[in-house]
C-alpha cells in the first residue's frame, strides 16, 4: 500500500514517548535524545530519554502483568500476533519509510525487512497454540511425571540499530506467544521503529503491561539495575559481543537465563568447481545487504587461488555498478553508515589492509557529506594479519584472500572467536557436506548468500552467542520447564 504520508508527517505520527503500564508518558526526568538521519547527519526529531526511575517502572509494570498474561488463552496472544502481522504488512510503506529515515537503509531493503519483521509475528501466532507438555511413568513403574511448560516471566529485550524492525519482533514475538511480559530497550539511534511497533501492537489488542518500551541515551545505568532486581527472569539481546560480555557478567549476578545474538566474522569460503555466477551473486548479497552492517556479513571472503582473479574482478565489477545515496532515493542500491565513528573505522581498516599489501580493485573511499558514505569496495590479496579479517567490518567492504587447500581454509575459517555463519560455494556434494559438519559456526549458507528466515534457527557458536532465535526452538528460550511427580498406589 502506498504511503500516505510525507516523511515529516510520518515522524510526526510516530508516539515519542516511554511506554509503560499501557501508558505513553514523558519519564522521570521529561529529557530527551536526538533521532539522527544518517543520510544527512540531521536531527529527525526528540523522543523521550528514560532515567533509571522509568525502568524501574517499566518492571514493575511488566511484573504486575507477568501473571493474568500467562494464564490469556493461547489462541487470543496467538490472534494478537496474527493482527499484529496483518495490520504491520498493510502499513509497509510507511514503516520501510521510517526505518530508512532512522537507520539509513535503501527503502526496497527497509520493504524486505518489514516483510521479515512481520513475518515473525505470523509464525509466532502459529507457535502460540503448539506448546505441549510431556507424560511419562519412571522406569521403575511407580511414579508418573507431569512436564509442564510455562513462560519464563518477565523479560528483557535489548535490541540494536541495524534491523531496526526485525530484531524486535523476532524477540516480541515468542514473547507474546509464551506468555511473558517484556521490558523493549531498542537502540538509540534507531527507536522510532518500536516505539511505532508498540503502537501497532496496542492497535491488535495486546493488554496494557505486556510490553514497555524505554528508550535511554544510558543504557548501562538504566539496565543494570533491571537484571539485579531479581524480577527479570530473562534477557534477550542482540547486539555486540563487547556489550554481550558486560551484561552477560551482570545476569550471573542475579542468575538470569539469557539468549545472546551477538556479533560475527563470517567466512565466504568459494571452491574452483563453484558456480561463479552464483557465489559473486551471493557475495554480493552477503556482503552488501544493509550496506555490509549485518552481524551476517561475509567478513572474509576465502577464494581458491584458481578463480581468485576473476571472482575479483567480476565482484568489483557488480560493487562499481551499485548507486550510493540517500535511502529515500527510488534508485538508491546503497545507503550511508549509522555514524561518523563508523565510517572512520571503516577507512582505518582499509588504510590498515592496503599497508599490509591489499589492493584495491574498486571504491576505497569515504564519500564527502552531508551523510556517512562509504563507496563500495573491493580488496584483493589481503594478508592475514589485516585487522580487518578480525573484526567486524560492518560496511561495504569485500577482503578477498586466496587460498590453495581445503583443510588449511576449514583451519584459517575457524580460527577466529567468532562463529555465527559461515557461506561455501561449491557443486561438489562430498566437499558441501563436510565443510558443513566442520565449520565452526551455527549457520552455513550453501550455494546462497542468505541464511535469515523465521522458520530456522538463528544463532550462533563460539562469541557469537547463545541460544537461537526463530523456528521451532524460538519460543522454548522463552519457556521454563516444570515437572511435577505424582506416585500413583495400587
Ligand atoms: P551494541 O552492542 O553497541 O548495542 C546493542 C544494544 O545494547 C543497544 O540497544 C544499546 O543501546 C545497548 N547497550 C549498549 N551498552 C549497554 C549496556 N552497558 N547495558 C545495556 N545495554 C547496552 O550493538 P549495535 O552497535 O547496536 O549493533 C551492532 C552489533 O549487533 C554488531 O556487533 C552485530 O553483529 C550485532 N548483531 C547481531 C545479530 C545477531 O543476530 N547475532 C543481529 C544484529 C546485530
Redesign the pocket.
Known sequence: MPTTLSADELIASVPKHLLIGGRWVAGATRRTLAVDDPATGTVLCEIADADVEDGRQALDAAFEAQDGWADTPARERSDILRRAYEIILSRTEDLALLMTLEMGKPLAEARGEVAYAAEFFRWFSEEAVRVDGGFSRTPDGRNRILVMRQPVGPCLL??????PLA?GT?KIGPAIAAGCTMVL?????TPLSSLALARILQEAGLPDGVLQVIT?SR??D???PLLRSGQIRKLS????????R??LA?CAEAVVRTS?????NAPFIVFPDADLDLAVEGAMTAKMRNMG?????ANRLFVHRRIADEFGWRLAARMRSLRVGAGTADDTDVGPL?DEASRRKISALVNDAVSRGARVLTGGTAIEGPGYFYSPTVLTEVDLSSEMLKT?I?GPVAPIVAFDDEAEIVRTANATDWG?VGYVFTRDIDRALRLCERLDVGMVGLNTGLVSTPAAP???VKQ??LGR?GGRVGIEEFLEYKYVAIPVRG
Do not use: D, H, Y
Not at 535489548?158 to 534491523?163: G, L, S, Y
Not at 545472546?260 to 560475527?264: I, N, Q, S
Not at 552492517?293 to 556479513?297: G, N
Open positions: 535489548i535490541t540494536p540499530w541495524n534491523f530484531m523476532r530497550k531498542p537502540a538509540p539511534q535511554t543504557p548501562g538504566v539496565v543494570a539481546f542482540t547486539g555486540s559481543t563487547q556489550v554481550g558486560v551484561l551482570q545472546m545474538e551477538l556479533g560475527g552492517e549485518a552481524c551476517t556479513a549509522i567486524e560492518f555465527l538463528f544463532g550462533g557469537s552467542g532465535e
